[in-house]
């Protein structure tokens, strides 16, 4: 472990800073339709993550205010984002079927189902640029970046935050192995996976801010956190992507020209790569 010297208030606020500033930077980009909505989704929830895993390290007030505020644009960032990923995961299923499975336009009709969802939803977003809220949120965001609401516990060696690191695995470790116990007794586990994923990240955005000072340590972490959010993200996608297929199947299946049958077979494929996620998961546990 590489100790430097240092505070947590300098270690924690440079962290800040980073994310702020992509906050920050990624209006005037999404105003010119850059398509970062990925790394500004990212850096809204490293900040989030930040003020709740060191929620000891800042003033209450002004932490839950920011955060309730980054949830709203999260929330909207995020219905862009997620329909990004719901069309690339539908152009990889659709590339690995037999052509002969594939019955009647299904891969245009998904291109512009997702199309029209998508721009909706990037209106809403571009909408909410102009916003009061967004603009008071802006206004927040620089000010966590020059001058965090630091309470005096963030005036301590950066040893400090190891405890809050530490809590934030235990948490971790502990909704993963309840999600993993509930999918091993037949009961509802969809829920408790995605929240064992989410406690993932964030344990993994508290190493990533002690990276300075936990060196190769924290490289290593992460590292494994990401495998870990990889394997459970896949899994959310396929359980999102299975309910998109069911429904437009259902929807247009009986229209001329639609056939129903490729949607199914795209849905059982599905559902049926959740059936490796026990043993997948072996390694983390």
């Not at 005036?155 to 470790?173: G, L, N, Y």
């Not at 995605?194 to 190493?207: E, Q």
């Not at 590292?223 to 437009?248: M, N, P, T, W, Y």
């Not at 199914?264 to 998961?281: I, T």
């Amino acid at each position: 472990m590489n100790k430097e010297s240092g505070s947590v208030r300098d270690l924690i606020g440079n962290y800040i800073a980073e994310q702020c500033t992509v906050i920050i930077d990624s209006e005037a980009k999404l105003r010119a339709g850059e398509n970062v909505v990925h790394t500004t989704r990212v850096a809204v929830r490293r900040l989030r993550s930040t003020i709740r895993v060191f929620a000891d390290l800042f003033d209450a007030s002004e932490a839950q205010h920011l955060e309730e505020e980054l949830v709203w644009w999260a929330g909207l960032l995020g219905q862009v984002r997620d329909l990004d990923i719901l069309a690339q995961r539908q152009a990889a299923l659709l590339a690995d079927l037999p052509t002969e499975l594939i019955l009647g336009p299904v891969a245009s009709t998904i291109e512009a189902e997702l199309a029209v969802q998508r721009k909706e939803a990037a209106d809403v977003m571009v909408e909410a640029l102009d916003s009061e809220r967004f603009r008071k949120l802006m206004g927040q965001i620089n000010h966590w970046r020059s001058d965090p609401p630091f309470t005096p516990a963030a005036d301590v060696s950066t040893d400090a935050i190891d405890p809050m690191i530490k809590s934030a695995r235990k948490k971790a470790r502990k909704r993963l192995s309840t999600a993993v116990a509930a999918r091993r007794g037949g009961e509802p586990s969809v829920e408790l996976f995605h929240r064992a994923r989410k406690a993932s990240k964030r344990y993994r955005y508290a190493v990533e801010a002690a990276q300075p000072v936990w060196g190769s340590k924290a490289d290593k972490i992460v590292s494994e956190r990401k495998d870990l959010q990889d394997l459970l993200g896949s899994h959310q996608d396929a359980i999102v992507s299975a309910a998109f297929l069911r429904e437009l199947g259902a929807r247009l299946g009986v229209r001329s020209g639609q056939n129903g049958f490729s949607y199914g077979v795209l849905y059982a494929r599905e559902v049926y790569a959740g059936d490796s996620l026990l043993d997948d998961l072996k390694p983390f546990l």
